[in-house]
Every structure is written in structure tokens, then in C-alpha cells.
């Protein structure tokens, strides 16, 4: 199971409309996607969960397309040392 990072999302983007997009090049397993905690949209980002070989073809064939008017960003989740929250200097 292979863990994928979806960036440069529009607001407007479901989980549903994920899964749709997403269930082309496989069985999606898990989504997760991230929302404004006030507004409920989403902040332009989300993971998804799928086997090695379907996440091989959906990063192949999503990344730098074209989704509801934004170019899509679809890459492997990097993994990050326990305790890292981002860049504070």
C-alpha cells in the first residue's frame, strides 16, 4: 500500500470527485482530504491510499493535468522524522 500526496487542489474538490478521478488507474483504498476548518473547503491538498502498481499509474498519468481548471501535483508522501510541524526558523 503506497501513500500518495495531491496538491494544488481547487476548493471545490470532494472526496468524491477524488475518488472518481483516482478509481481510473485503480482501487482507491483511503482518502483523506484536507478542509478549512471554518469554510469546510478544502485547502487545496489531500492523500490518498493505494496499491504500488496503481499509484505507479496515477502519479504517471495525473501529475501536471488538468483538474477543475488547476494542474494537479501527484507524487509519493514523503516521509517526515517524528515530531517535524514545518519550517520554523
Do not use: W, Y
Not at 472526496?15 to 482530504?33: A, D, N, P
Not at 498519468?61 to 520554523?88: A, I, T
Request: hydrophobic fraction near 35%.
Amino acid at each position: 500500500m503506497k501513500k500518495l500526496f495531491v496538491g494544488s487542489l481547487p476548493p471545490t474538490t470532494t472526496e468524491e470527485s477524488l475518488q472518481e478521478l483516482f478509481s481510473q488507474f485503480g482501487t482507491v483504498r483511503s482518502i483523506k482530504l484536507i478542509k478549512d476548518l471554518f469554510s469546510g473547503s478544502c485547502k487545496g491538498f489531500g492523500f490518498l491510499e493505494m496499491e504500488g502498481h496503481e499509484a505507479r499509474a496515477a502519479i504517471a498519468g495525473l501529475d501536471g493535468k488538468s483538474f477543475e481548471g488547476n494542474l494537479l501535483k501527484v507524487k509519493f508522501e514523503e516521509e517526515r522524522p517524528r515530531g517535524h510541524r514545518g519550517r520554523r526558523r
